[in-house]
């Protein structure tokens, strides 16, 4: 089983910005890709932001440019830098991560709890 922290969450004004944290934890497991998703009230969860093993990164593209993903594997997180923000980035956040357990190759994916974002007009 992986956990997860969250923070970073709030309420920003529009073209404020906000920087988002997730720290996994658990036993002897390797993250193959970690990242973002969000939530808007009456919309499907979709994809921010992920950042693969070398670091390779996938954003939405209603966030490129104004956010940025990175990633310290020494502490198991993930950071989302959210600058220029605007009322349609109001959303939960979802951390997630793509987990393997070695000497197993097979991926699970884990989900954090959700941080609030909103942002006011």
């Known amino acids: 089983q992986v956990q997860f922290v969250e923070s970073g969450g709030g309420l920003v004004q529009a073209g404020g910005s906000l920087r988002l944290s997730c720290a996994a934890s658990g036993s002897a497991f390797n993250i193959a890709a970690i990242g973002w998703h969000r939530q808007a009230p009456g919309k499907q969860r979709e994809l921010v932001a992920v950042?693969?093993?070398?670091?390779?990164?996938n954003y939405a593209d209603s966030v490129k440019g104004r956010f940025t993903i990175s990633r310290d594997d020494a502490k198991n997180s993930v950071y989302l830098q959210m600058n220029s923000l605007k009322p349609e980035d109001t959303a939960v956040y979802y951390c997630h991560a793509d987990v393997s357990f070695p000497p197993q190759t097979n991926q699970y994916r884990y989900w954090g709890q959700g941080t609030q974002v909103t942002v006011s007009s």
């Open positions: 950042i693969r093993t070398g670091s390779s990164t």
